[in-house]
């Protein structure tokens, strides 16, 4: 491919101009995915009636939860603020209804409308201290839209679907925002908002604003690395535009083939630059060392092409290889990410071998004075390979004995790494510098959690929603669910039959059926089934890790059991967004995790393979585990577990890191057809291939390690965990990688030796 750019260059550049037109029309195509379900969309029975509610039952999907607290909540002044603000959310173009302790009523007389629990005007003296008594006692907004303290109280608006799905998302949150603080203003009240239409307009907030800094930020640190060593800015250019050629290229051909950005997506262009940077270095770096040295230029990058190329098309195939891997998960959203990054390698890698060679004979000129300013002056450089040269000479002094330190580290990293548990919170998806997460964890606090969990009841057929066993069921689970520790703030059809039979002492359907149709669409929505053929009793829960949460689902089902067994005809599933992820989260992260394993068990006998050595396989093992095993144990010690950011960096980590050990194998493999001592032959590879292994390992953990800027917390774990495992990986190449190549090396040398003196013998 590289070739093709010598022999054609203005062909080639026409071409790939064309291109990157087409990347850059692709790139605007792109849409950002921002569910909060997204991690968990697969073909599992459990998310497909997960699906089933949430198309059947849309409230919670388009609730935007107000939460307001402070000490005057339950004064006088504050209650009048507070009804002006109930009244103006509903005004809000792209909303349904509310609900808040406004909502509440007080009981029907002589079988008239009930009068609202708060009269209009508020009475005043001890008429007031009466009502608010009456509000603490009051069962339905008690404990659910009134903390315990009656210093919080709760808002629920419900958006219009049609209206966020069209795209009016940011509009209607930034109208409500404005109307929240303008009817609060002087009050002396928090307020903060909350719920999954926030939720996703933060993350796609944060997922376009970090995409523009960390991309930038990391790009500006590849290219003054590169223009710090190479000294030319024409140098700088053949080794940074390739990158953000393949960046534009690579997300333009995800746009043209509709992937949409989200939270693991969103890290794919500074995976991008990062693959493409590394071996845009290492061409660069080894055309340049052939331009000192005499070549014209076609001949340093035909020349660079031969020695440095196989082991950039072997650095993307290993990389190709982490991303293959994740193809195999469970989740939409990792095989998405798993395939996006298998065409964004493919795309990079042909990138960089036409575009180095083809920028390198467009931009440089006068080679020979070129040659004869840059003899003595890599000072930078030098400095970096009498470092490598220092590191070679003592790892292959007593290479059995750093090879036994190193096969002693890994074990033991391995088992901090081997306790590592799963780990997942739905907070950890959301940027945790906003509103939102503030939010919600207030609501943990005084009402017992934002997160909902839902019951979903399936009528048979033939049976009605007023059936008496159908009120008979849905009662029953009812109280299951009010039982279940862990579970609060649970409403269904039976909190207004309770209500019903508690304060008018009835319990006729007649009346319950009466209530209902008194009651808004958008409220019997969340309940009852548009066809009356479904019910959900919905309860809240805390935003707790999933291995928590588990016990208190899986428990919950259990009890739910008996329900099913007097109720046969009827469909109970224990779903939300919730349950999905307490179910699937530890499930999804294990076998990510022995993914991870077979990866790199696969990955080795492929370079191998690549080398026709089953030595070089074994060398590739240790090196490659190292990273690995000690991020993990890092991860252990820090009390972080396994997440999913943190076992995707560390696959796709794998596959980055390897490209240093390729690279040096590569070298290594041309300097032992020179020198039969296998020592010399490490040493030297070592010093020809260490500067340009150090710089580019150094633009790989900067590259990754810009992803600390993120506000989303995933996103941070994987980039500054990918960086870690880049320097890891750079320390494993120095000082694990050279011993135990020249062990085996050693040993494969004296099996041969007997096996040639046996042969002799005979």
Same mark, same amino acid.
């Not at 009981?107 to 005007?121: E, K, S, T």
């Not at 109208?175 to 909350?194: C, F, H, I, Y």
């Not at 469970?330 to 990138?351: H, P, Q």
């Not at 995790?593 to 690549?610: H, P």
């Given at each position: 491919?590289?070739? #093709?750019?010598?022999?054609?260059?203005?062909?080639?550049? @026409?071409?790939?101009? &064309?291109?990157?037109?087409?990347?850059?029309?692709?790139?605007?195509?792109?849409? @950002?995915?921002?569910?909060?379900?997204?991690?968990?969309?697969?073909?599992?029975? $459990?998310?497909?009636?997960?699906?089933?509610?949430?198309?059947?039952?849309? =409230?919670?999907?388009?609730?935007?939860?107000?939460?307001?607290?402070?000490?005057?909540?339950?004064?006088?002044?504050?209650?009048?603020?507070?009804?002006?603000?109930? %009244?103006?959310?509903?005004?809000?173009?792209?909303?349904?209804?509310?609900?808040?302790?406004?909502?509440?009523?007080?009981?029907?007389?002589?079988?008239?409308?009930?009068?609202?629990?708060?009269?209009?005007?508020?009475?005043?003296?001890?008429?007031?201290?009466?009502? !608010?008594?009456?509000?603490?006692?009051?069962?339905?907004?008690?404990?659910?839209?009134?903390?315990?303290?009656?210093?919080?109280?709760?808002?629920?608006?419900?958006?219009?679907?049609?209206?966020?799905?069209?795209?009016?998302?940011?509009? !209607?949150?930034?109208?409500? *925002?404005?109307?929240?603080?303008?009817?609060?203003?002087?009050?002396?009240?928090?307020?903060?908002?909350?719920?999954?239409?926030?939720?996703?307009?933060?993350?796609?907030?944060?997922?376009?604003?970090?995409?523009?800094?960390?991309?930038?930020?990391?790009?500006?640190?590849?290219?003054?690395?590169?223009?710090?060593?190479?000294?030319?800015?024409?140098?700088? !250019? %053949?080794?940074?535009?390739?990158?953000?050629?393949?960046?534009?290229?690579?997300?333009?051909?995800?746009?043209?083939?509709?992937?949409?950005?989200?939270?693991? /997506?969103?890290?794919?262009?500074?995976?991008?630059?990062?693959?493409?940077?590394?071996?845009?270095?290492?061409?660069?770096?080894?055309?340049?060392?052939?331009?000192?040295?005499?070549?014209?230029?076609?001949?340093?990058? *035909?020349?660079?092409?031969?020695?440095?190329?196989?082991?950039?098309?072997?650095?993307?195939?290993?990389?190709?290889?982490?991303?293959?891997?994740?193809?195999?998960?469970?989740?939409?959203? !990792?095989?998405?990410?798993?395939?996006?990054?298998?065409?964004? #390698?493919?795309?990079?890698?042909?990138?960089?071998?036409?575009?180095?060679?083809?920028?390198?004979?467009?931009?440089?000129?006068?080679? +020979?004075?070129?040659?004869?300013?840059?003899?003595?002056?890599?000072?930078?450089?030098?400095?970096?390979?009498?470092?490598?040269?220092?590191?070679?000479?003592?790892?292959?002094?007593?290479?059995?004995?750093?090879?036994?330190?190193?096969?002693?580290?890994?074990?033991?990293?391995?088992?901090?790494?081997?306790? /590592?548990?799963?780990?997942?919170?739905?907070?950890?998806?959301?940027?945790?510098?906003?509103?939102?997460?503030?939010?919600?964890?207030?609501?943990?606090?005084?009402?017992?959690?934002?997160?909902?969990?839902?019951?979903? %009841?399936?009528?048979?057929?033939?049976?009605?929603?007023?059936?008496?066993?159908?009120?008979?069921?849905?009662?029953? @689970?009812?109280?299951?669910?009010?039982?279940?520790?862990?579970?609060?703030?649970?409403?269904?059809?039976?909190?207004?039959?309770?209500?019903?039979?508690?304060?008018?002492?009835?319990?006729?359907?007649?009346? &319950?059926? $009466?209530?209902?149709? /008194?009651?808004?669409?958008? /409220?019997?929505?969340?309940?009852?089934?548009?066809?009356?053929?479904?019910?959900?009793?919905?309860?809240?829960?805390?935003?707790?890790?999933?291995?928590?949460?588990?016990?208190?689902?899986?428990?919950?089902?259990?009890?739910?059991?008996?329900?099913? +067994?007097?109720?046969?005809?009827?469909?109970?599933?224990?779903?939300?967004?919730?349950?999905?992820?307490?179910?699937?989260?530890?499930?999804?992260?294990?076998?990510?995790?022995?993914?991870?394993?077979?990866?790199?068990?696969?990955?080795?006998?492929?370079?191998?393979?690549?080398?026709?050595?089953?030595?070089?396989?074994?060398?590739?093992?240790?090196?490659?585990?190292?990273?690995?095993?000690?991020?993990?144990?890092?991860?252990?010690?820090?009390?972080?577990?396994?997440?999913?950011?943190?076992?995707?960096?560390?696959?796709?980590?794998?596959?980055?890191?390897?490209?240093?050990?390729?690279?040096?194998?590569? *070298?290594?493999?041309?300097?032992?057809?020179?020198?039969?001592?296998?020592? @010399?032959?490490?040493?030297?590879?070592?010093?020809?291939?260490?500067?340009?292994?150090?710089?580019?390992?150094?633009?790989?953990?900067?590259?990754?390690?810009?992803?600390?800027?993120?506000?989303?917390?995933?996103?941070?774990?994987?980039?500054?965990?990918? =960086?870690?495992?880049?320097?890891?990986?750079?320390?494993?190449?120095?000082?694990?990688?050279?011993?135990?190549?020249?062990?085996?090396?050693?040993?494969?040398?004296?099996?041969?030796?007997?096996?040639?003196?046996?042969?002799?013998?005979?």
């Amino acid at each position: 491919m590289g070739f #093709v750019a010598l022999r054609f260059p203005l062909a080639t550049a @026409v071409v790939f101009l &064309l291109l990157l037109v087409a990347g850059a029309v692709g790139f605007a195509r792109l849409k @950002v995915d921002d569910s909060l379900s997204q991690l968990f969309r697969s073909d599992t029975p $459990e998310y497909q009636t997960y699906e089933e509610v949430t198309r059947r039952f849309p =409230a919670s999907e388009y609730d935007v939860l107000v939460v307001i607290d402070g000490g005057a909540l339950l004064t006088r002044p504050s209650l009048e603020k507070l009804r002006n603000l109930a %009244i103006d959310l509903q005004l809000v173009d792209g909303t349904r209804g509310l609900i808040s302790i406004f909502s509440a009523r007080e009981p029907p007389q002589n079988g008239g409308v009930p009068a609202p629990l708060f009269p209009q005007p508020l009475p005043s003296g001890e008429a007031y201290k009466a009502l !608010i008594d009456r509000v603490m006692a009051n069962e339905i907004i008690h404990g659910k839209l009134l903390s315990d303290d009656g210093r919080l109280t709760l808002m629920v608006l419900a958006l219009d679907p049609a209206a966020v799905d069209g795209g009016k998302l940011a509009n !209607i949150i930034g109208e409500v *925002r404005e109307t929240v603080n303008k009817d609060l203003a002087g009050s002396g009240l928090n307020q903060q908002l909350s719920g999954v239409p926030v939720m996703q307009l933060e993350i796609r907030n944060a997922i376009e604003r970090d995409r523009l800094i960390y991309n930038t930020l990391g790009f500006a640190a590849g290219c003054l690395i590169a223009i710090l060593f190479f000294r030319r800015v024409s140098f700088m !250019i %053949i080794a940074a535009a390739p990158p953000l050629a393949a960046i534009l290229m690579a997300l333009g051909a995800l746009g043209w083939l509709d992937f949409r950005l989200n939270m693991f /997506l969103n890290v794919m262009t500074p995976l991008i630059m990062v693959i493409s940077f590394s071996d845009s270095m290492q061409l660069t770096f080894a055309a340049r060392d052939r331009l000192i040295a005499g070549e014209d230029k076609v001949t340093a990058f *035909r020349n660079a092409l031969y020695v440095v190329g196989p082991a950039c098309v072997l650095t993307h195939a290993t990389a190709a290889i982490s991303f293959i891997a994740l193809t195999f998960s469970r989740s939409d959203l !990792i095989r998405a990410f798993g395939e996006a990054g298998l065409i964004a #390698v493919v795309v990079a890698m042909v990138t960089v071998l036409v575009l180095v060679p083809l920028l390198g004979l467009l931009l440089i000129r006068h080679e +020979a004075r070129f040659a004869e300013s840059m003899r003595g002056m890599d000072r930078a450089l030098d400095v970096l390979r009498r470092v490598c040269e220092w590191i070679a000479v003592r790892m292959v002094s007593r290479p059995g004995l750093y090879s036994l330190i190193a096969l002693v580290a890994v074990g033991l990293l391995s088992a901090g790494y081997t306790q /590592l548990v799963p780990r997942y919170r739905l907070a950890d998806q959301v940027p945790d510098r906003e509103q939102a997460v503030a939010a919600s964890q207030r609501l943990d606090a005084k009402l017992t959690g934002a997160n909902p969990i839902d019951v979903l %009841i399936e009528l048979p057929a033939g049976k009605s929603l007023y059936d008496p066993e159908t009120l008979a069921a849905i009662a029953d @689970v009812h109280a299951a669910v009010q039982r279940q520790a862990g579970v609060g703030n649970v409403w269904s059809l039976e909190t207004l039959r309770r209500w019903l039979t508690e304060k008018l002492q009835k319990s006729d359907v007649a009346t &319950l059926k $009466e209530y209902v149709d /008194l009651l808004p669409s958008y /409220l019997t929505r969340r309940f009852i089934s548009a066809k009356q053929d479904a019910v959900i009793v919905s309860g809240r829960v805390p935003d707790v890790d999933a291995s928590k949460l588990l016990p208190v689902i899986q428990t919950l089902d259990k009890q739910l059991d008996a329900v099913r +067994a007097k109720y046969p005809g009827y469909k109970i599933a224990v779903t939300g967004l919730s349950a999905i992820a307490a179910r699937n989260s530890a499930i999804m992260i294990d076998r990510l995790s022995q993914a991870l394993t077979i990866e790199i068990v696969f990955v080795a006998a492929f370079i191998g393979l690549a080398f026709q050595s089953p030595i070089v396989m074994l060398v590739s093992i240790l090196p490659g585990i190292f990273p690995i095993v000690l991020a993990g144990s890092l991860l252990w010690l820090l009390g972080l577990g396994l997440q999913f950011a943190s076992v995707i960096a560390l696959t796709v980590s794998f596959g980055l890191g390897l490209s240093a050990t390729i690279h040096f194998l590569n *070298r290594l493999q041309i300097e032992d057809a020179i020198d039969a001592d296998a020592s @010399v032959g490490v040493e030297r590879a070592t010093v020809l291939v260490g500067p340009p292994l150090i710089l580019t390992s150094a633009v790989l953990a900067c590259g990754l390690a810009m992803t600390v800027f993120s506000s989303l917390p995933s996103l941070r774990l994987f980039g500054w965990l990918s =960086a870690f495992s880049m320097i890891a990986a750079l320390f494993a190449d120095l000082f694990i990688l050279r011993p135990v190549a020249m062990y085996l090396s050693q040993v494969a040398r004296r099996f041969q030796h007997r096996t040639l003196a046996g042969r002799r013998a005979r």
